[in-house]
């Protein structure tokens, strides 16, 4: 016959293990909030980066300063640069860092810049889906060490690099990249000496002069895992990619400081300039009309994990 102390001990016992499966259960499914059952991509492989929802707080209303009055920032910072019907802006890395994404409406376009400290990847999207206008925000989730945005709207997670929802109401919607210049700040208020620039006064108290990543893009370590590795180049040497139709080629910042600062070549029957700017470490494609392409820089590791199938650029 068992004592009733022990029959209160394994009540309690059974008590805490059903709580316990319970909560492995509930972790299973959600994230930060985000329901994962239905994702594109393996679950388990969407890790939670450490903030929260919103824990990295977006840029939604956005403040502008000229080019003579962005003090705060060096010739050879980095910036993501667009232009849009005549009118020119720059995002600073130093101040994306800490934000991530920023919401902003200008030359006749909601757009959303996108940036991931992880991958250096920065990339910038038409806000408007199928005539509604998305609201984004940072999930505290990453895929392939990449940051998943979600829009405010469905809630919806979407892949960055990838450029599309894997959860949610939008699931398997695709956003519409943008041509974004990804360069140093010299060089693009040199094209552009009338951009406006983001202010540094954004609301919140962060430290903008220093950065919170200072040796990450200068070793070899991944924070989080990917799903695919490949060692023919650096894991954090730079890349040009390139997409179309579904097919993905990579330009090697290593192969095109073997090549001609401009060159042509062919992928999937279309024509178009390669051009490499090793100062100031950019690259970018130029159709035949002249326009330039929506094209992503980032890490090795980054572009290789989304793309293992991806061609690859190689000097003669």
């Not at 929260?52 to 707080?57: H, W």
């Amino acid at each position: 016959m068992v004592s009733p102390v022990s029959s209160i001990s394994e009540l309690r016992w059974l008590v805490t293990l059903v709580i316990l499966l319970a909560a492995q259960e509930s972790a299973a499914e959600s994230k930060n909030g985000f329901v994962l059952d239905d994702a594109l991509v393996p679950p388990h492989e969407i890790l939670n980066g450490g903030p929260g929802r919103d824990g990295i707080r977006s840029l939604d209303y956005p403040a502008f300063i000229s080019a003579k009055e962005a003090t705060y920032l060096k010739s050879r910072d980095r910036v993501l640069g667009i232009e849009l019907n005549g009118v020119a802006r720059a995002y600073p890395i130093r101040i994306l860092n800490y934000h991530e994404i920023v919401n902003d409406a200008f030359g006749g376009h909601a757009i959303v810049v996108t940036y991931c400290p992880l991958c250096n990847s920065g990339i910038a999207f038409n806000a408007e889906v199928d005539g509604t206008r998305l609201e984004f925000g940072v999930s505290g989730l990453l895929y392939n060490s990449d940051v998943l945005l979600y829009d405010r709207q469905t809630g919806s997670l979407w892949s960055q690099i990838g450029q599309t929802a894997i959860t949610g109401t939008m699931k398997g919607t695709r956003l519409d990249a943008l041509p974004m210049a990804h360069t140093t700040w010299r060089d693009w208020v040199a094209r552009h000496p009338e951009t406006e620039v983001l202010s540094d006064q954004t609301g919140f108290r962060r430290n903008y002069k220093v950065s919170p990543y200072p040796d990450y893009a200068r070793n070899s370590a991944l924070y989080f895992p990917v799903a695919a590795h490949n060692s023919k180049y650096r894991r954090k040497s730079l890349v040009l990619g390139l997409e179309i139709d579904g097919q993905f080629k990579a330009y090697p910042f290593s192969e095109l400081s073997k090549s001609p600062r401009e060159f042509l070549d062919e992928f999937q029957g279309q024509s178009f300039a390669v051009r490499y700017d090793k100062k100031n470490k950019t690259a970018s494609i130029v159709g035949e009309d002249g326009d330039e392409w929506p094209t992503l820089i980032s890490f090795w590791f980054a572009w290789y994990a989304f793309h293992p199938e991806t061609e690859i650029y190689t000097a003669d």
